[in-house]
Structure formats: C-alpha cells, structure tokens
C-alpha cells in the first residue's frame, strides 16, 4: 500500500485542562495517527493521548521556545478501524491549539524513524536537516508560531493544517530515495517559531507520490 495522506483536523479549546476531538470519517486499520500540539506557554503540561478506539500514542518531541511556547508531538502505529475521538489530558490548564491526523501506507510495526526540531525568529521556518536511509518514507512538518502569520509550505510539501489566527501549521511529503531532507515554511510577517520534521518508514511494498532528494535540496533556511 503506498503511503497516503487520509484526513486531518484542527481546533482551539482555548485555555483547558483536557480536550477532544473528532474525525471527520472513520480511521482505516493499520494505520498511522498523528496528535500535535501548540500550548501558549512553556511550563510542562504533560499530555496524556488517549481515543475511543484504545489506541496506544507515543511522544515523538517535546519543544519549549520563549518566543512561541511547546509544541509536542504524539503517534499512533497500527491503529484500528472506526469512528474516533481523540483525547487529552494536561496536567494544568494551558491556551491550546492543536491539530489530528490520519495516514495509511505506514510501517506497522516500527515506523518512527528520524526527529528534529528548530527553533527561530524569521520568516522562513526550516528545521534540521535529517538523514533518510530507505526509500519510501513519510515527511511530516509541524510549525508554531509567535504571531499570526499567513502560513505557505514549503518547496514541494502538501499543506495539511495551517491558521494565522490559532498559529499552527502541519505539511507533508512522500520521498521514494535516500539522502537528505528538511521541513520547511514561509510566513507573510517575521517572528518567532517552532519547526519540526518527523519521518515515517512506509509499508515494503509502498511506492507513493514521491519526490527525489534534488529537488527538496530547494528546501533550505534562506529559500
């Protein structure tokens, strides 16, 4: 099964303790599930991921920045099917915003591969640049910001979630060869901000929309 974006949703429950939110459509089994956060502070809250479907989440980052406050970052491997309600709970109340993923085509058994994260002050959100040792791996992207900007993806990656006003942005790619590779961002004012990229192994035999590791050496800091 190629890898494949399925669907994504965003919201703001404004400053709370815990949250949920819905999919619009029901998740497909085996699959992978992403839950990302923005908090308006960097004092740690914790969260703990649960959903209707009794899925287990795993960390992925944890990123303070004073200018932005933390973004962290949680998946689901080998999800089963069904409608779903994904959950939080925060060990104190904080402003959050936070965003829900779904993608099939991802390893089932053990798919996290690489991690980074970035933090700045301009209008060309990058994170560190990332090794990619297989060919067939899922590029995702998750900004935060200081202000409110108008949020463009980067070179080449599909823009997922994005809003000025909640300043939380989420895109993806599927690369098909080896080599090197960053997320990156564009953002109509200067300010500060978060970048991270994560990286998922697709499934043996996936072979989605891909993209070669020339052309994402567009995606630089300065680009």
């Not at 494949?4 to 703001?12: D, E, L």
Request: hydrophobic content about 40%; overall charge neutral; some cysteine.
């Amino acid at each position: 099964m190629p890898i494949a974006f399925v669907q994504s949703t965003i919201q703001a429950p404004g400053t709370v303790s815990s949250g949920s939110l819905a999919f619009a459509s029901a998740n497909t089994q085996g699959g992978l599930l992403l839950a990302c956060f923005r908090t308006g502070t960097t004092d740690e809250v914790n969260p703990s991921i649960t959903d209707t479907l009794g899925n287990t989440y795993s960390s992925i980052f944890n990123v303070p920045s004073s200018l932005v406050g933390r973004s962290y970052g949680f998946y689901a491997k080998d999800i089963s099917s069904g409608p779903n309600t994904v959950s939080f709970v925060h060990t104190s109340a904080v402003l959050t915003r936070w965003a829900i993923h779904e993608y099939s085509g991802i390893d089932t058994v053990s798919p996290l591969d690489q991690v980074g994260s970035t933090i700045g002050k301009s209008t060309t959100p990058a994170s560190p640049t990332v090794g990619i040792t297989t060919g067939n791996e899922l590029l995702f992207g998750w900004g935060a910001a200081e202000r409110n900007p108008v949020w463009t993806a980067g070179t080449s990656y599909n823009l997922r979630v994005a809003s000025s006003t909640l300043k939380i942005f989420s895109e993806d790619i599927v690369v098909s060869s080896t080599g090197t590779y960053r997320a990156n961002a564009f953002l109509s004012s200067s300010g500060g901000w978060t970048m991270t990229i994560v990286t998922f192994f697709g499934t043996a035999a996936g072979a989605g929309s891909v993209v070669k590791p020339r052309l994402l050496g567009l995606l630089g800091v300065g680009a």
